[in-house]
């Protein structure tokens, strides 16, 4: 099969493969909550080339939208063969990969391929961060008067973050991104957008937001341009009368102290490092609240060719892409 690999030493270096293995898939033995996809299209995230091949596998990717050809037998309650299913896969930019049935959900027809493709890691880390500081509950109910910053707006995750706020009728979204993005920004729903590139407005507007947001939602800290704004963010979250901290800070990314306290299970109050957690119920509460809005992912589509998964990571690793990379396996998008 056609597949985007790891190689080298260590599999840093991303390759492309007209003749990979097809993964194996025995749902008798160990795969009886798999399902076995045929990929329409597959999106990448930054992790896919952070990670080594030891970490991830031979093949990139994990976003998928695609059509279950074979079913594990605890799968086969859940779903049926031709279903069209969006979610979580091991290798997914590829022609074929595997998935957990409990990481997949059936893919909205409103939608198509590419657009499923990208809600998986995004979306539900967007989603998994606003649930986490406040933003987000089991009715999803409507947040009038709540104020959320989005760091990192123009990016997938950010703009996730951006949709999902504007579903749930945030009053005031804050975007903090590049001044050429602040009509995407505002279109994607945020209210107001900070341009990060002129260092006076992003100080004057630190200075003058402190203790003004239920919810800092931060997809930019570490993710390659050493920006860190976790520690800053904090004065912004509101307080109490007793001046106790009732807003909190989630993030995507921090210090390896941050990560260490996440571990051990000893993060600070109201401070969140969000390692997302893939799930049905999730990956289809995202597209719930999407359809309250009519509102749709940002893709960047690109071929599954040779040049077409150079030109996409190279994209990727530029942090300049708007919206969230995407590759059309099935070549019909």
């Known amino acids: 099969m056609k597949a985007a690999i790891r190689k080298g030493i260590l599999g840093y270096t991303i390759s492309f493969s007209d003749n990979f293995a097809t993964p194996a898939f025995k749902p008798e033995t160990k795969n009886k909550n798999d399902v076995f996809v045929k990929l329409n299209a597959a999106a990448i995230n930054p992790v896919d080339y952070k990670m080594p091949r030891a970490a991830l596998g031979p093949v990139l ?17 859940k779903f049926q063969v031709g279903d069209v299913v969006y979610g979580i896969g091991k290798g997914s930019v590829a022609e074929y990969c595997v998935a957990e049935s409990d990481k997949i959900a059936i893919a909205p027809p409103y939608l198509n391929s590419a657009e499923c493709a990208v809600l998986p890691i995004a979306y539900m880390s967007a989603l998994q961060c606003l649930r986490r500081g406040g933003i987000i509950d089991e009715e999803c109910s409507e947040q009038d008067g709540k104020t959320v910053l989005v760091i990192g707006a123009s990016g997938g995750c950010g703009i996730a973050g951006l949709q ?15 001044g050429k993005n602040e ?35 931060d997809a930019a800290t570490g993710s390659g341009g050493g ?41 600070k109050p109201n401070e969140s490092l969000i390692m997302m957690n893939a799930n049905t119920a999730d990956l289809e509460l995202v ?25 996409a990571f190279k994209l990727l690793k530029s942090r300049r892409a708007k919206g969230k990379i995407v590759f059309d396996i099935a070549q019909n998008l």
């Not at 990717?61 to 309650?77: N, R």
């Open 61 to 77: 990717g994990m976003d998928f939208c695609g059509i279950v050809e074979k079913l594990g037998e605890d799968a086969s309650t």
């Open 164 to 178: 999902i706020c504007k579903a749930v009728g945030v009053t005031r979204v804050v975007a903090i991104c590049s």
């Open 183 to 217: 009509q995407l920004a505002k279109d994607m729903g945020a209210t107001e957008v900070v341009d990060y590139t002129k260092g006076s407005e992003l100080e004057l507007f630190f200075k003058e937001n402190a203790g003004k947001f239920d919810c800092v939602y």
């Open 287 to 311: 597209v719930l609240l999407l359809r309250k809005n009519g509102a749709r992912p940002l893709t960047n589509v690109m071929p599954f060719d040779e040049k077409g998964v150079e030109d």
């Open 227 to 267: 920006e860190d704004y976790w520690d800053k963010s904090l004065a912004l979250l509101k307080r109490d009368d007793d001046s106790k901290l009732i807003g909190h800070f989630t993030a995507l990314n921090g210090s390896k102290s941050k990560w260490l306290r996440n571990i051990l299970g000893k993060e």
